[in-house]
Each structure stands twice: as C-alpha cells, then as structure tokens.
C-alpha cells in the first residue's frame, strides 16, 4: 500500500534529474553556439596574438611587410606612440587619426576606445603599439573594477549557495512528498476499504476532494447494496417461513392420520425431513447474511463457557437424541471459570450447527464430543465425532471460499451453509478455527482469546 | 395431558387462514377443544372482551398492526400468557428487546409437536393445579405446604430444598443444569456454590428418596445437572 509513496519518490526524483539533466543540455548548446565565435574572436586573431605579431614584426620607427599583411588581413589597424606622444609609425588608421596624443588621451583609450574602434595596446622600453579593431567586434568594459574582498570571498559564495539550493531542492522534494502523502493517505485508506468491500468515509479538502467525494460515494453505494441484499435476504426467508410451516404442518397431519397406505406416510416424513432442511437453511441464510453486511449488532456479555456448554448439552439431551448417538462433553478444570466477551446466542448456535453437521454426517450413529479446555491465552471449545470424517479432498473443499463469497460459476452446494455460519460467528468474535487431523472421525476447534 | 390444562380457553390471531386452521386443528388433535380464533387486531380484541381466553397465540404481523401493540392491548383487558408467533430469526435482537412480557414466542416455521409443547408448558407455568401436588416414585410432595408425605411421615421443607425441589418440578423430566439450579437458590453468578448444591440435594433425597444413595426420582446427571422423575 505504500507503493504510492514510492511512485511519489519516483516522479519527485524524476523532475530534479530533469533539471539537471536540462542544465546540461544548456551548456552543451552554449559550446556549440558559442564555439566558432571564441576559436575566431578569442583564437590566432585575438588582440593578445595580433600583439605579439605585430610587435615581433616592428620596431620604434617602422613595421616591416609581415606585420602589416596580418593587420590587413584582419581589417586591424595599427600605430606606434613614443614616449613623447607622437605616433612613429601607423597602418591603416582611419583618416582622422591624430598625429600626437596628450597623456590625458592615453589614459582615456588605453582602458577603451580611441575613436568607436576598441582598441589594444602593448607597451615596450620605446613606447606603444596600439591595435585598432573594427567597430563592434569587440565590446570593452571602461569602468570595470572589482574589490579583493570580493573576489576572495567569491569561491566560498559560490560553494555555500550551490550547497543551500540543494538543500533548498531537497527541502521541497520533502515537502512535497509530506503533503502529498497527507493528502493521499486518507483517499488510498478509502480504496483499500473499498476493495475489501467495507464502507468507509474520505474526509479531505483542496484539489482532491473529488476524487475523496466519489470514493465516499462509492462507499455509500456499496453500503446501500449491502443493506438492500441483506434486507432481500432478511424478506425472503421470512416470507418463506409462514408457507414452511403450512407445509410442515399438513405433512405432519399425513404422517398422523389413519391412512394405511405406508407409501403415503413414508411420503409424508420426506416432505418434512426436507421442510426441516429448507427451515435450518433459511435461518441460517439470514443470519449469515445478517453477519456478512454487519447487520446483525453483537449482544456481547461477560459469559462463562463452561455454563453455556452444559446448558447446551442439556437442552439437546432434553429434546432427545436419536438413540444412535452418544453426547458427551468435558470441562477442564481450569476453563470452568473462565468466561469471555460474547454473544451467547450465537455461540450456542454455532455449537448447534457443529453438532447438528455430526449427526447429518453420521446416519449411522456416533459418539460426539464436546471439550471445553484452554490453551495458552485461548479457550477451546471443540466438538469431535469419531464417525466417517473427511477424506483429504473434502477437507480442501473446505478450505475453498463459499458459494456466498466465490464468483466462480460453481454454484452448488460446497459445504453446508452451517459450517460457514460457525467461521462468520467466531470470526465475529475475533476467535479463529482449527480443524486438526484425526485418526478417526472429524474435530473441529473454536478458540477464543480469553479477556487479558 | 392434564383435562384441566386441555380445558383452557385459547385464543389464536393470524392473518393466514391456512395457517390459523392449522394451528387450529394441531391443538385440538392434542385434545385441546375450547379454541377461538381471529384474523385481524379488531377482531382478536373483540373476541378477547367477549370469550376472555385463558391463552394467546399471537402473529407478530397483522394486517392492521403489529402484535407487540395488541399484546398491550389485550393484556389490558385480561392478564393472560401470550406465545408469539413469527416469521423473524430467532436470532432477531427485535424479538427478545421488545419480548415485552410475553411468554415464550415459537419461530416459523414449527414442528405440530413443539407448538403443543410449547402451548402446554405456557399454561401449566401460568396455572397450577390445585392443590400443587407432585407423586414421586416412593413420596408425594405439597409445594403449598412445603412438606414431603412419605407414607405416613410427614418430613417438612427448607426454603432452599422448596426452591430446588421446585425448580427441577417446573422441569420435570428433563434435565437442569448445576448453573440453573445454582442460580435458582442463590442467583445470580453463582460460581462456585456447586458443593453446597451438593450438600443439598444430598439432604434432599433423604427427604423424598427410599434409599437416598439409590435415587429413582432425582436422578444426577454426571457433570451436567439433575433430573427429577415424576409419578404425574
């Protein structure tokens, strides 16, 4: 259920390598714009190159052929300043070039431009050559001053701030993640209860509460649907009964008559045997419906097992038991306090189910066993019948989901709907069931924790 | 069956004809002959100020109200026992919370034979026989006079021993558990008066057992509870 998380992390990660990613695509096309302008610019025909040239090819009073079929080539003009001012020699300078520069006019172009054209100069123990470029091939800073203070410190700026935008980049990363998940958390706690079919109830604001009021709608049309079943379920069976019973009653009066045709009384007692079938199926569809959807509040009270289990036994004993069965039951001494939180009702229905499977199970008698014990933290009531039992198929069957809950097309009948009744009961009452292999016959264990 | 609990008056509503002549005709196959009968609310309140039946057996839905109402309505009239009838779960929470004071209540669909049971349980609980006496295998017992007649002696009851004696007579034949009993004489949460229960039901069969070490009327269930066995 976390993965949301990490689908988050994921995308998060995935926008700042992104960023990264476009930083260097940027100075990759900064190199490719910019590479033939600094080999041209910046290369063999840089003011630094031409300088040198120039003044290995010249002297105080002239410059010889080479240096001036560079500076042409290169659309330069050149001169030479001695130290008195006055220019020695020049190349190609524009017409209004002066003749003689004061100190002032020095100290004004040296640092930039001498008539629009930027200008480069290099002195010598004569005086200087001054480089004349074309206008607006290079753009020269006059004023350009930096303090020491500044420039040491610049490392360190630079350092401190890549460090704080990542830190920076990581706190959003963080931030967003938090929120997201405080936002998300609620609508996929939503989900996951909607996929196991509970109903649930998403309560946030901002730019997801629609996807939290259809999931809340949902929920509801879930819940309704639950209901509207179990109340199906609930008018079904009750409408079933009344007829049942007409029916139960008018076979019973078959069976009593005076009639001497055996064939008809025989009759008469499958019409009922099955009419008690089609009695304990409708009243255990309703009740497992009834606990299926939540239906059914829980009469929890503190009950001593023990009791309960003597009083069920009782009550079986005193309806009677066809003679082929023999009902026993057995109280450790140390479950005899004991009692826990339940409903008592269900309980016992759920030891009626168990019994009432032994002797289904069993037509031709057994012993039934009820056991009342603890273990560890649990108390143990199993009930054993040491009659034909189940084969090793049959167990896996009933391993298998009910027909209630399977959507396979395998409609029938599984395994009765008693059994699944007992596992909703215990299940109801957070308890869980074993089924041990038996040498013989076939055990069933409820355990319920006992109140700590 | 007692001719004294067969001659009481009982009274059945419910809106199913086939039904109610059904009941019908299962009490008075069980020799019950004074039965009225009464298919809506009106008419049942009607007959009830009319015949006064000594027994009720309501359905839980009519067609002009439900049965809890008419159980007032009627007990209003005449206190009598009331059996429910209904179409609900017997698991329904509705049915023992709004119980109300009724007797005892039968789930459809019944067995003929629980119906009869249950109906003469309900009267023989609601009225006794007079006077209260019960023949046992080698004694008789008054309840009224709290005293056990063993051929000529005449041995007296304590109010414990009445009540225990009592209590497995209201069951008589079947068992009771050593909880009911428990809490029948000290009631309720018992636990752990299991030996004086012993002790006296010991005093018990000296009481009304010939030979209190072999008891033919009350019987020990091992580990269960106790029956008594009646001469009635």
């Given at each position: ?16 390598f ?38 290995e ?43 003689k520069?004061?100190l002032n ?16 100069i ?6 200087m ?13 006059t ?9 040491k ?20 990363y ?38 939290a ?16 079943r179990?109340?199906w379920i ?6 079933i009964r ?22 008809i009384?025989n ?7 099955n ?9 255990d ?24 289990v003597?009083?069920?036994v009782a ?17 450790s ?12 009702r ?15 199970h069993?037509?031709d ?88 | ?55 009720a ?73 007079e ?12 309840f ?35 909880d009911?009993?428990?809490e ?19 005093r ?14 009350l ?14």
């Open positions: 259920m976390k993965s949301y998380l990490k689908y988050i992390s994921k995308h998060i990660i995935l926008v700042i992104l960023i990264v990613a476009l930083i260097v695509l940027n100075i990759f096309v900064f190199i490719a714009t910019f590479n033939g302008v600094v080999s041209k610019d910046y290369g063999d025909f840089s003011p630094k190159n031409m300088l040198s040239i120039v003044s090819n010249c002297s105080k009073a002239s410059i010889n052929d080479v240096g001036i079929q560079q500076l042409s080539a290169n659309n330069i003009w050149a001169a030479f300043i001695d130290k008195e001012g006055k220019s020695t020699w020049t190349v190609n300078v524009p017409s209004d070039f002066p003749k520069f004061s006019d020095v100290a004004i172009f040296s640092k930039g431009y001498l008539l629009d054209y930027p200008v480069f290099e002195t010598n123990k004569d005086g050559i001054i480089l004349g470029y074309p206008k607006d091939s290079y753009f020269k800073l004023n350009n001053f930096f303090s020491t203070m500044a420039l410190k610049l490392p360190m700026f630079l350092l401190i701030t890549l460090l704080v935008d990542c830190l920076f980049i990581f706190m959003i963080y931030r967003s993640k938090k929120k997201i998940k405080r936002n998300i958390e609620p609508i996929m706690n939503g989900i996951e209860s909607l996929s196991k079919g509970e109903s649930t109830s998403v309560d946030v604001s901002g730019d997801l509460k629609d996807i009021d259809g999931i809340n709608q949902a929920s509801y049309i879930i819940t309704h649907q639950n209901v509207a179990a109340n609930a008018g079904v069976s009750h409408d009344t007829p049942l019973s007409i029916i139960l009653g008018y076979s019973d009066r078959i069976k009593t008559a005076a009639i001497d045709d055996s064939h009384r009759y008469s007692e499958i019409i009922e045997s009419c008690i079938q089609i009695k304990h199926l409708v009243s569809l309703n009740l497992v419906s009834m606990l299926e959807y939540d239906m059914q509040p829980l009469q929890i009270e503190e009950v001593r097992l023990s009791k309960l003597r009083s069920f009550d079986t004993l005193n309806r009677g038991l066809a003679e082929q069965y023999a009902l026993n039951f057995e109280i001494n140390d479950a005899e306090p004991l009692s826990i939180e339940c409903d008592s269900l309980i016992n229905r759920a030891l009626s189910n168990l019994v009432n499977n032994c002797v289904k069993n037509p008698g057994c012993n039934i066993d009820i056991t009342l014990s603890t273990q560890d933290e649990y108390i143990k009531l199993s009930v054993y019948d040491d009659g034909v039992g189940l084969s090793e198929e049959q167990r896996k069957e009933l391993e298998k989901p009910h027909y209630m809950n399977a959507l396979d097309d395998r409609l029938d009948l599984r395994h009765g709907l008693g059994t699944i009744l007992v596992k909703q009961i215990v299940q109801a009452h957070h308890g869980r069931i074993e089924t041990p292999v038996t040498e013989k016959g076939f055990k069933i264990e409820l355990c319920f924790l006992l109140n700590s | 069956m007692d001719t004294y609990i067969l001659s009481k008056k009982i009274l059945i509503v419910d809106d199913e004809p086939e039904l109610l002549e059904l009941v019908k005709s299962i009490l008075e196959e069980a020799g019950f002959s004074a039965i009225v009968t009464a298919n809506t609310m009106q008419s049942a309140i009607e007959t009830c100020s009319k015949s006064f039946p000594d027994l057996i309501l359905d839980v839905m009519l067609p002009d109200g439900d049965g809890f109402t008419l159980y007032n309505q009627i007990q209003s009239i005449n206190s009598i026992p009331i059996i429910f009838l209904t179409a609900k779960d017997a698991s329904d929470s509705k049915l023992t919370g709004l119980g109300l004071g009724a007797d005892d209540y039968i789930v459809k669909p019944f067995l003929p034979q629980e119906l009869v049971l249950r109906v003469s349980a309900v009267l023989r609980r609601c009225y006794k026989e006077p209260s006496v019960l023949k046992l295998a080698s004694c008789e017992i008054d009224d006079r709290a005293e056990v007649i063993k051929g000529s002696e005449i041995i007296p009851l304590t109010a414990k021993e009445h009540m225990l004696l009592k209590t497995l007579a209201d069951n008589s034949g079947k068992i009771v558990t050593l009911n009993l428990c029948a004489l000290w009631g309720e949460n018992p636990y752990g008066y299991e030996n004086s229960l012993n002790a006296h039901v010991r018990v069969r000296e009481k009304i057992e010939l030979n209190p070490s072999k008891p033919e009327s019987i020990t269930i091992k580990g269960l509870g106790y029956r008594l066995s009646t001469r009635n």
